[in-house]
């Protein structure tokens, strides 16, 4: 007596599925082969403005076939598939635009991809559809779709996407370029103090010790000069103290010290001419270095709402998810920020960077501006700061 096994639902279910990315694959093989085409004759007229209003279309278009492919052969193959591309800045001219994507490795893959797919991944595709459509070979569509199926999403994988060896070069020049970053912003910071010590507490404390000492050549002859001499000798000290605690709060605010990120970020709002609103959502506190390095970077955004934006409204939002702090800082103002016109902005990039932090920035003409800075880190449990008070 034979035996009938049954066949889960699912089962039929992620076979039709492949299948339906098969199809799916065929269809989109001509608008592929169309963006191809009109990429490469672009590109030989990019000289001419014709040639860029050809890419300015046809490149996007590749990114987005490529990004439907990469979600089918994510389902496949059960592991994410990420774009990998470098990010062209909001607000980037037509020129500037075509400037990164061919500077972009990936949008030379995704040409690369785009004649395999036309060819072989054609086949691979058609093969499947074949398969399910000819009713003598249900059984070998059955057994084979999935193998079919998972050898095409590896190949699209394999251009659609950096490998392991390639991630790691990729990353290694990122923190050679970042090291190098960190290096050039920490000798800038080492020359600013010196040029503050010489230029502010050094040169005061010279002029105390000159009022010093002709107070006591002054001291028997002319007393009265003297205790002149004394008095302003005080005043410069209180000015040279004040000038070094400039320069301490340069290095490491004792605000941020005793109050954490949040209470340091809300006395930076308090500071400025506009109604700032901070939400802060932090379980603890990060490392100091890290906590530092996104304080002086919120302090720098909110210096360019202060002076830049013509904003009424400005708002920071603090959190830490995923194991990633954040900070989002934003105004109500004129927008058309760019991250790149000046050095406060790069400054702070550099001040991420050496915590392998991001910043992206959102500035639309008209506005709003948001700013997003993000630090990967772990946060330590909350402490009692000496201006919480007793408990």
Known sequence: MSTVTAVAPTEIAGRLRLTLYAGAEVLLTVPTLVALVVTIVGGVLSITWIGLLFLVWSVPMLHWLADRHRAMAAHTLGVPVPDDRVPVPPGTHLIGRVFVWARDPMTWRELGWAIVAATVGLAISLLTVVLFLAVVTGALWWFGVEPIMRARARIDCFFLT?????????????????????????????????????????????????????????????????????????????????????????????????????????????????????????????????????????????ANVGKHSGAEHAWVRLCHRDGVLRAIVGDDGRGGADPTAGTGMLGVMRRLAAFDGTLSVSSPVGGPTIVTLEVRCALSSPKTTPSSGPA
């Open 162 to 302: 950096y490998g392991r060896a390639e991630r790691l070069e990729q990353r290694v020049a990122d923190l050679t370029e970042s090291r190098a970053d960190v290096v050039d912003h920490s000798a800038a910071e080492l020359r600013r103090l010196e040029r503050d010590l010489h230029d502010g507490a050094q040169a005061r404390l010279v002029a105390l010790s000159m009022s010093l000492g002709m107070a006591d050549e002054a001291f028997d002859a002319d007393p009265e000069r003297a205790r002149k001499l004394v008095s302003e000798a005080r005043a410069t000290s209180s000015a040279a103290l004040g000038d070094l605690r400039g320069v301490v709060r340069g290095i490491h605010p004792p605000v941020l010290a005793d109050r954490g990120l949040s209470g340091a970020v809300q006395a930076l709002a308090l500071d400025l001419p506009l109604p700032v609103e901070v939400e802060a959502r932090l379980s603890g506190r990060p490392p100091a270095p890290v906590e530092s390095a996104l304080y002086f970077a919120i302090a720098e955004c909110l």
